[in-house]
T-cell receptor
Framework: KQEVTQIPAALSVPEGENLVLNCSFTDSAIYNLQWFRQDPGKGLTSLLLIQSSQREQTSGRLNASLDKSSGRSTLYIAASQPGDSATYLCAPRGGSNYKLTFGKGTLLTVNP | DTAVSQTPKYLVTQMGNDKSIKCEQNLGHDTMYWYKQDSKKFLKIMFSYNNKELIINETVPNRFSPKSPDKAHLNLHINSLELGDSAVYFC????????????FGPGTRLTVL
């Protein structure tokens, strides 16, 4: 059974800082891993999808890396802004039914 | 244009009632999903459908019954609602079952009194 851990659970930083969010998963037999953000009271917004054959994926100020063999992914956010404040969720996809398994998320607060 | 939409956004009802949540996607995707996010914000899959065929049923009580009239719709019917069913329910879709990005709807907050 896949288990996903995200560290830290919460993070508060001043605007402009570069930061790293960590995700680890117990079953390395995954097809891909997706990073999402969730704003309070809202749905999930897909940020990046990184396939198991890839090491990195970039979108704007976001960069996700994947080390499948060690069961780790990181989301790097450059030059953070108050609008980045949200909960960030990682979800590896695996199994015969291609299921996404979510971590509990990292609550990010970027202070002006 | 809204990609994945759900109705209603909020649903407040009494224990024992039967209710439905509707989901529609206009992305032309083949696969649709239902997720439950509990009070601790933990998000867990309930069902997935691929081309109207049930793929995943994550030991959800049989009071929950998904119905997919066509590929663009996946509705969730809940019978005999219980207090523990209170949660936010999210619908999602992806192009196909395997390797594709999932897109989520805005969620339906269900409160059972």
């Amino acid at each position: 059974k896949q288990e996903v851990t995200q560290i830290p659970a919460a993070l508060s930083v001043p605007e402009g800082e570069n930061l790293v969010l960590n995700c680890s998963f117990t079953d390395s037999a995954i097809y891909n891993l997706q990073w999402f953000r969730q704003d309070p009271g809202k749905g999930l917004t897909s940020l990046l999808l990184i396939q198991s054959s890839q090491r990195e994926q970039t979108s704007g100020r976001l960069n996700a890396s994947l080390d499948k063999s060690s069961g780790r992914s990181t989301l790097y956010i450059a030059a953070s802004q108050p609008g980045d404040s949200a909960t960030y969720l990682c979800a590896p996809r695996g199994g015969s039914n291609y299921k996404l398994t979510f971590g509990k998320g990292t609550l990010l607060t970027v202070n002006p | 244009d809204t990609a994945v939409s759900q109705t209603p956004k909020y649903l407040v009802t009494q224990m024992g009632n039967d209710k439905s949540i509707k989901c529609e996607q206009n992305l032309g995707h083949d696969t649709m999903y239902w997720y439950k996010q509990d009070s601790k914000k933990f998000l867990k899959i309930m069902f997935s459908y691929n081309n109207k065929e049930l793929i995943i049923n994550e030991t959800v009580p049989n009071r929950f019954s998904p119905k997919s009239p066509d590929k663009a719709h996946l509705n969730l019917h809940i019978n005999s609602l219980e207090l523990g069913d209170s949660a936010v329910y999210f619908c999602a879709s992806s192009l196909a079952l395997g390797y594709n990005e999932q897109f989520f709807g805005p969620g339906t907050r269900l409160t059972v009194l």
